[in-house]
């Protein structure tokens, strides 16, 4: 079976300023995804990132980038330029096979101070 | 374009009272998920759908808990015989296809509360 872990419950940040979310998983597979969602307070979960566990190049979307360290089974989100519409909960996530149902750490409440 | 929709956005019932909740995917999605989200067990997996046939209910807590899909569109999540412990957020998402590869859309979710 797999698991996310998201040890930080929360974590505040200045406008402007960059944030880290960690997140660690396990599991046995050689080939699965990992993302990062979204979710603010009107319960809309939003695909923030998304890493293919074959792809050793970080995958970036604008502001947005991941640091996935394979071999140690870790998969953090960071956040530059951070902006007052970022604050939300934060979901790391894992999927893999045919089915990709998604296993979800248990989230970060990031809040973002103006 | 719409995106998933769910109905109704709340619902409250009272203990022993059977429940329907209702999502409708992005047209064209084949896959169809529901989740489960509440403060003592985080984002949980309920369902899994292709087309109109489920092959992966594993995460269905109990017995009271059902889900259909007809027309490989429309899907349904019926709690028979609610319990205070039924008390959550139900997600549900859809995707193009079925694979990792595929990106889940989520719904605003229904927020459902057994007094």
């Known amino acids: 079976a797999q698991t996310v872990t998201q040890s930080q419950p929360e974590m505040s940040v200045q406008e402007a300023e960059t944030v880290t979310l960690s997140c660690t998983y396990d599991?046995?597979?050689?080939?699965?995804?990992l993302f990062w969602y979204k979710q603010p307070p009107s319960r809309q979960m939003i695909l923030v990132i998304r890493?293919?566990?074959?792809?050793?190049q970080n995958a970036t979307e604008n502001r947005f980038s991941v640091n996935f360290q394979k071999a140690a089974k870790s998969f953090s989100l960071k956040i530059s330029d951070s902006q007052l519409g970022d604050t939300a909960m934060y979901f790391c996530?894992?999927?893999?096979?045919?089915?990709?149902?998604?296993?979800f750490g248990k989230g970060i409440t990031l809040s973002v101070r103006p | 374009g719409a995106g998933v929709s769910q109905s109704p956005s709340n619902k409250v019932t009272e203990k022993g009272k059977d429940v329907e909740l209702r999502c409708d995917p992005i047209?064209?999605?084949?896959?169809l998920y529901w989740y489960r989200q509440s403060l003592g067990q985080g984002l949980e997996f309920l369902i899994y759908?292709?087309?109109?046939?489920?092959?992966?209910k594993s995460g269905l807590p109990s017995d009271r808990f059902s889900a259909e899909r007809t027309g490989g569109s429309v899907s349904t999540l019926t709690i028979q015989r609610t319990q205070q412990e039924d008390s959550a957020v139900y997600l549900c998402?859809?995707?193009?296809?079925?694979?990792?590869?595929?990106?889940?859309?989520f719904g605003p979710g229904t927020r459902l509360t057994v007094t």
């Open positions: 047209s064209g999605h084949t896959a």
């Open positions: 599991t046995s597979e050689n080939n699965y995804y």
């Open positions: 890493q293919e566990a074959y792809k050793q």
């Open positions: 996530a894992f999927a893999t096979g045919a089915n990709s149902k998604l296993t």
């Open positions: 759908f292709q087309g109109n046939s489920a092959p992966d």
């Open positions: 998402a859809s995707s193009l296809g079925r694979g990792p590869h595929y990106e889940q859309y």
